[in-house]
């Protein structure tokens, strides 16, 4: 089985910083991207972050400048750094990555059970 967990969410005033933390573990081959989504209340599921196996990211306009998507690839973890918190940044942040399974072939595409992360104003 693979998972990724997340951790890190919580509550944090306006202007604040907090750490999003996602491990993949289970029976892994490779890890392709990985990235961070996150969904407001009665809002879709928006993308975060992505970043690929080489380090290349991709940002959403709206945390460009304020939010900061690494990954360690030794211990198949992806990080979510956010300075500058805005209360619009408040959601349920969801782990996704792109995950060859041990003896598979080709990669599938998990998600976390994602963290909450809330920016009181």
């Known amino acids: 089985q693979v998972q990724l967990v997340e951790s890190g969410g919580g509550l944090v005033q306006a202007g604040g910083s907090l750490r999003l933390s996602c491990a993949a573990s289970?029976?892994?081959?490779?890890?392709?991207?990985m990235g961070w989504y996150r969904q407001a209340p009665g809002k879709p599921r928006e993308l975060v972050a992505t970043i690929t196996s080489d380090g290349l990211t991709n940002d959403a306009a709206s945390v460009k400048g304020r939010f900061t998507i690494s990954r360690d690839n030794a211990k198949n973890t992806v990080y979510l750094q956010m300075n500058s918190l805005k209360p619009e940044d408040t959601g349920v942040y969801y782990c996704?990555?792109?995950?060859?399974?041990?003896?598979?072939?080709?990669?599938?595409?998990?998600w976390g059970q994602g963290t909450q992360v809330t920016v009181s104003s």
């Open positions: 289970g029976s892994i081959f490779r890890i392709d991207a």
């Open positions: 996704n990555a792109d995950i060859t399974k041990s003896g598979s072939l080709y990669p599938r595409n998990y």
